[in-house]
């Protein structure tokens, strides 16, 4: 039996499908505390699944 590791892709793209920001966590970080620090800075629409959903966001 081999090694498993759990953990999280967390991606922003914008429009055009260009990077804006990458984060690999582990499957323990909530996803709302880690979108939070990666948008600070962004601005317009965001779009996510059901584990970013908040009423700060």
């Known amino acids: 039996m081999g090694w498993f590791y759990r953990g999280k ?8 499908g260009g990077i ?3 984060k690999l ?3 323990t970080v909530v996803d709302r ?5 990666m948008t600070d800075e962004l601005f317009g629409c965001l ?3 059901k584990g970013y959903i908040s ?3």
Not at 33 to 37: A, M
């Open 9 to 16: 892709l967390h991606l922003i793209i914008n429009d055009q």
């Open 20 to 22: 804006i920001s990458v």
């Open 25 to 27: 966590m582990t499957d």
């Open 33 to 37: 505390k880690l979108v939070s620090e």
């Open 47 to 49: 779009y996510g699944d």
């Open 55 to 57: 009423s700060s966001l």
